[in-house]
């Protein structure tokens, strides 16, 4: 009975997996904060996506770790073709074709300042990093991504975007605009994993502040009009209300990030015997798709994937 009126159901094929690589061959390092979530070589992260769309998942959403020296305050290894993520993004479409590869277009994993523009006097300078993240963008297709997903919350840049794809013949190249984007305590982790974090100031002068609703709906309408293919909202357990408003207000495809932080906090409960780490992660996913996301970002990807095969 329960089956048959259930309005919600959940399947891997909702899933893409964020996965952080790193140089090496048959390394895998784990990241202290997110327990069953590491760092890996190519080689590993082949081995990963291989197992992960066998599952069922769709996607896999790529982020570099690079080596301090590797960074600069433009972001220059971003455009390097033989760079680490276009090592792996060629990799991964060599050995698992048919995974969507979705990549990161944002300055900070580059940085020398760790933020995800340029920045002058302690400003970021929106105008000026947008040639950067088209040339980033481009960078990416070149190396076989299906889908670039923005995630520097730089005004104007998915039309800049678009614009450098499409000028260079990638207008099969989806982009997903991370939209609202808020400037989040919840994303530590991941920082952790990149060594990504600011070295000065913070990201509230680009990201959006935790307090706005309305916002979310002027970023969704610019976006929009510049020509994102997908929308996402980030985080997510604790912006469902946000989720929620984004389904409601376009037609475009809602995604949704359970970032580093909420996973976080699901592991250490369930390390310390406080949650059952099964049940609440798919209590999550549920959630996210019953508030309106088509498209789930979860490092629980391959574990909800492996509970819904049972
Ligand atoms: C950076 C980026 C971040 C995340 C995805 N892309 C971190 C940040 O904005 O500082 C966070 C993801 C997570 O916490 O899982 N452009």
Known sequence: MRALVRETTLTASDFVLPAFVEEGVNRRTEIGSMPGVSRVSVDELVRDATEAYGLGVKGLALFPALDESLKDATGRESLNPDGLLQRAIRALKREVPELLVITDVALDPYSSDGHDGLVRDGRILNDETLPLLASMAVAQAEAGADVVAPSDMMDGRVEAIREALDDEGFTDVAI???CAKYASSFYGPFREALDSAPKSGDK???QMDPANRREAVREIELDEAEGADWILIKPGLPYLDVVRLAREQTHLPVAVYQVS?????LKAAFRNGWLDYEACLLET????????ADIIFTYGAVDAARLLAR
Do not use: D, P, Q
């Open 176 to 178: 997903c605009s991370y």
């Open 204 to 206: 509230k002068t680009y």
């Open 261 to 265: 932080g909420e996973f976080a906090m």
């Open 285 to 292: 996913l549920t959630a996210f798709k019953r508030a309106g």
